[in-house]
Structure formats: C-alpha cells, structure tokens
T-cell receptor, first 115, second 113 residues
Framework: NAGVTQTPKFQVLKTGQSMTLQCAQD?????MSWYRQDPGMGLRLIHY???????DQGEVPNGYNVSRSTTEDFPLRLLSAAPSQTSVYFC??????????????FGNGTRLTVT | DQQVKQNSPSLSVQEGRISILNCDYT??????FLWYKKYPAEGPTFLIS?????DKNEDGRFTVFLNKSAKHLSLHIVPSQPGDSAVYFC????????????FGSGTRLLVRP
C-alpha cells in the first residue's frame, strides 16, 4: 500500500523561485490537506480540500496555492518562495471529515529550505 | 494565538513507568480530540482519540482522559517502552469548523531503557 506519497523529499530554493510540492494518495480519500511543521509551532493547516474541484484556506494560506483536479492528487504551489517558508510540509488525507471514523493519514513530508 | 497548547516540549521517563503527556485547549467549540505520534523522518500516525461526550478512552497501553471543565486532556502510556520514544501531537476538531484539525506544538517523549 502506497498510502500518501509526497515528492520531492528535500528541496532547496532561492528566494523568489516558484515550485510545486506533489501529493498523491491511492486510498480514494475525499479529504486532503497540507500542513507545515515548524519548531515550537506544531502542525499548521495551510489549505484543504473536501473533494475534487473544492479547496479552502486553513490557518496559514498566504503564499501558497492549491488545486484539486482529481481525487488522487493535491499539489501545493509556492508562488514566490520566501525564507519564512522554510519548513517541513506534510500532506494528509482521510476518507471523510468524520474524524471519529477516519483519522488523517500523513505522507512522510517534504523538507524545504529557502535561501 | 494557539488554540491547542502542549506546554511541555519534552518528557523523559524510565522504561516500564507511566508517561503522561498533557494538552490544553481554549476553544469551547472543540468536540473531538486526537493524539498523533511522529517518528523522525516520518509523517504523524494516528494513535487514539476521544469524543467530548466521554471522559476516558482506552486502547491497550494508551489511555486518553478529557476534563472538559478544565479544557484539558492527557495521554497516559503504561507501561512505557523505548519504542514509544517519539513526538506526540494533540489535535482538536471544532463543531464550528469540522474540516479543520488544529494541532498543538508537540511533546518529545524519551523512554530510557
């Protein structure tokens, strides 16, 4: 079982560059989300999607775009990278938002450094 | 303004003893709470959860207690094992925003052999 797959595992960008973090799941999950993990801040929600064609903002959406054209994929785009976006990014999915029955499944993360 | 707080960044316990990890929250609309465990270079994995209609949920060595009046929950691990060494995150879901899980900052647990 692949579960939630994130690519790349590591990335270094220069300030102002753009890039896309890829996320794919093979569990037919409707709900997908992106979190960033920073020291002392825990996991903060960037964007989420409750199904193909539907996305919404989380706690820290500025500087990021998402789209959900298929159930399987949920890419995260950094439009113009800034050093403040240096972080570890996690993609997560769930069958539904009934967390009682379907907890979030996380990928193994992408470590991004912006210089 | 953190709605879910884990005030202890780290905890060290002896193997075989009890580990108690604490979590406080401020939003009275939270109605479901979860604990996740994270090893280095891996994503968090679900451990145990509790609904606000309960005050205790148990799964093997893991028990979560919820004190709604104090807006406090705790995770007890008994007995602790070296393999339990990881970062533990508390998370909460609110009735006002069921699509969002809000996480705390995590507590790093070290279980000494």
């Amino acid at each position: 079982n692949a579960g939630v797959t994130q690519t790349p595992k590591f990335q270094v960008l220069k300030t102002g560059q753009s890039m896309t973090l890829q996320c794919a799941q093979d569990m037919n999950h409707e709900y997908m989300s992106w979190y960033r993990q920073d020291p002392g801040m825990g996991l903060r929600l960037i964007h989420y999607s409750v199904g193909a064609g539907i996305t919404d903002q989380g706690e820290v959406p500025n500087g990021y775009n998402v789209s959900r054209s298929t159930t399987e994929d949920f890419p995260l785009r950094l439009l113009s990278a800034a050093p403040s976006q240096t972080s570890v990014y996690f993609c997560a999915s769930s069958y539904s938002t009934g967390w009682e029955y379907s907890p979030l499944h996380f990928g193994n993360g992408t470590r991004l450094t912006v210089t | 303004d953190q709605q879910v707080k884990q005030n202890s960044p780290s905890l060290s316990v002896q193997e075989g003893r009890i580990s108690i990890l604490n979590c406080d929250y401020t939003n009275s609309m939270f109605d479901y709470f979860l604990w996740y465990k994270k090893y280095p270079a891996e994503g968090p994995t679900f451990l145990i959860s509790i609904s606000s209609i309960k005050d205790k949920n148990e799964d093997g060595r893991f028990t979560v207690f919820l004190n709604k009046s104090a807006k406090h929950l705790s995770l007890h691990i008994v007995p602790s094992q070296p393999g339990d060494s990881a970062v533990y995150f508390c998370a909460a879901k609110g009735t006002d925003s069921s699509y969002k899980l809000i996480f705390g900052s995590g507590t790093r647990l070290l279980v000494r052999p």
